[in-house]
């Protein structure tokens, strides 16, 4: 960590009382001591994996949609017509379905590298009554994390422009590039669909090795438009699920493999800002929140920490980020 002090802003906890109390645990002191990584596991084991979980959660129980959405993401709420979003690691459907319901006009592109995952997620939406979701959900599969996405997204040329219109003012920029044909399928004449209005990684980079975390960060920006917006929602240091690993499930630094092969990171603020800001992001905000839960039955009565973050980041690329 630099020598300049992260800042810390909660809701209902101090930091600093958090931070003494679990790493002064002595039940809890692995989860900080040095690591050495072990070598990396290929790309498509971690597909594989995720394959295996999705077919083994499979059930509508396992689906919760995710409607908190709008509530953390308030510019995603007042989104303009035929804005362009890409969910990277949709997963189930969890995070698209409920974008569907609230925006009516808005096309929704998402990847997921497990094909599983897809199917779940194609199957929730055609199932669902949201207005036109079938002909607003284009789902495709792709590991963000180990390839450049697709150029129909946006082209190496388009790509280019951007760069070169981020010396123009943000008035300018969204006049030339904003989508104005509405929500139709990409012609063949057309070199690609011209990037993203949003992107969202709504509990995904934690499940990417570290590695090649930034290498994915860079992707999403190189998809989204001058002036676009990234929503970014995970796993943050000290919460429960991370203290719940067992020593022989660390595979990193803040870094753990399940029994099943799928695997969690959990983001410190310093090193999402890292992460964000060198793929060309700008930081604008920056709020950290602890949420508390209470179970009733005596075994289980422990308290439940988890961390939100909200980072917002422009003014070219914006970013609005949150830890859970």
Not at 34 to 52: I, K, R, V
Not at 208 to 222: D, K, N, T, W
Not at 297 to 303: H, T
Request: glycine share 4%.
């Amino acid at each position: 960590m630099s020598s300049e002090e992260t800042e810390y802003h909660s809701n209902d906890f101090e930091w600093d009382e958090l931070r003494e109390r679990i790493e002064n645990d002595p039940t809890l002191n692995y989860h900080f001591l040095p690591f050495t990584p072990q070598s990396s596991s290929p790309s498509s084991l971690d597909t594989q994996s995720w394959n295996h979980f999705h077919a083994r959660h499979s059930t509508g129980k396992f689906f919760k949609e995710r409607r908190y959405l709008f509530k953390e993401f308030p510019e995603l709420a007042s989104c303009e017509k035929n804005s362009k979003l890409l969910e990277v690691g949709c997963g189930n459907g969890s995070t698209a379905l409920p974008i569907l319901r609230c925006k009516e006009n808005i096309l929704v592109f998402a990847c997921d590298c497990s094909t599983e995952a897809l199917d779940r997620a194609t199957e929730v939406i055609h199932a669902s009554t949201v207005v036109s979701a079938r002909s607003r959900f284009r789902p495709f599969c792709w590991d963000f994390s180990t390839c450049r996405f697709p150029k129909w997204l946006m082209c190496d040329s388009c790509y280019e422009t951007s760069l070169h219109k981020q010396n123009a003012s943000l008035s300018d920029i969204d006049n030339c590039e904003r989508d104005s044909t509405g929500i139709t399928s990409l012609k063949k004449s057309e070199c690609c669909i011209g990037g993203m209005d949003f992107v969202t990684l709504i509990f995904t980079l934690s499940a990417v090795p570290l590695h090649r975390m930034s290498a994915a960060v860079a992707e999403c920006f190189s998809v989204l438009k001058p002036g676009g917006l990234l929503f970014f929602r995970d796993y943050g240091l000290y919460d429960m699920t991370m203290l719940r690993f067992e020593a022989d499930q660390k595979v990193g630094f803040r870094e753990y493999k399940r029994s099943d092969g799928t695997r969690s990171y959990f983001f410190s603020l310093d090193i999402a800002r890292d992460l964000f800001i060198g793929a060309g992001f700008i930081e604008v905000i920056i709020i950290f929140f602890q949420k508390k839960n209470y179970y009733l039955f005596p075994s289980y009565d422990k308290q439940l920490t988890c961390m939100l973050v909200s980072i917002n980041l422009s003014p070219l690329r914006k970013f609005m980020f949150s830890l859970f």
